[in-house]
């Protein structure tokens, strides 16, 4: 081989190593923009499962526990519409809400929360107080709600998470009372 011919080659040789290492270079940067796109995913599933953990009691995830209240009388057509409201953005919920107040006014009055319901009747015991005999208490003071024995427990948990009733466990039971008592003269 001749000096020139090995010249040549050495030059081609440092170009093409030079040339592999700049690929290189950009290609772990692709890599560690990915493996940082990839933790933000696993971030935000984890968070994701979180939620669905803390929420598996509720027969319907997407939906507030006072949401799940009696509507076993409504036609289907308004149980979809009343699902669709809950995703509205915050103005058209509360443009929704103000033209059905004002609709409410005309026409008949609107029943009480399920929520507000439970809460009353627990202010009437001195102790805690079982979902079952709670939504059996309910049943005989107001005929007219039947809400299922899983939506009376979710609304009592949605009315724990907010600190207006505490959770009380014994063994296997779990029994509600009202946070500060109850206001009975």
Excluded: W
Aim: proline content about 5%; hydrophobic content about 30%; overall charge positive.
């Amino acid at each position: 081989m001749t000096d020139e011919s090995t010249g040549t080659l050495r030059s081609r040789l440092v170009d093409q190593a030079a040339s592999d290492l700049e690929e290189n270079r950009h290609r772990q940067q692709e890599l560690a923009k990915r493996i940082a796109v990839l933790r933000q995913e696993e971030a935000l599933l984890t968070g994701i499962l979180d939620l669905a953990r803390r929420y598996e009691g509720f027969a319907d995830p997407s939906r507030l526990p006072e949401q799940l209240q009696d509507e076993s009388d409504l036609p289907k057509a308004k149980q979809a519409s009343a699902g669709a409201a809950t995703r509205r953005p915050g103005s058209a919920r509360k443009a929704s809400a103000g033209a059905s107040a004002r609709a409410g006014a005309k026409g008949k009055s609107r029943r009480p929360l399920l929520g507000d319901l439970l809460l009353e009747l627990l202010d009437g015991h001195d102790g805690p107080q079982p979902a079952k005999e709670l939504r059996d208490e309910l049943l005989a003071k107001y005929p007219d709600r039947d809400p299922t024995p899983q939506v009376v427990r979710n609304t009592l948990e949605s009315l724990v998470a907010k600190g207006r009733v505490q959770r009380h466990k014994e063994q296997r039971s779990v029994m509600y009372t009202v946070v500060g008592g109850h206001s009975k003269s």
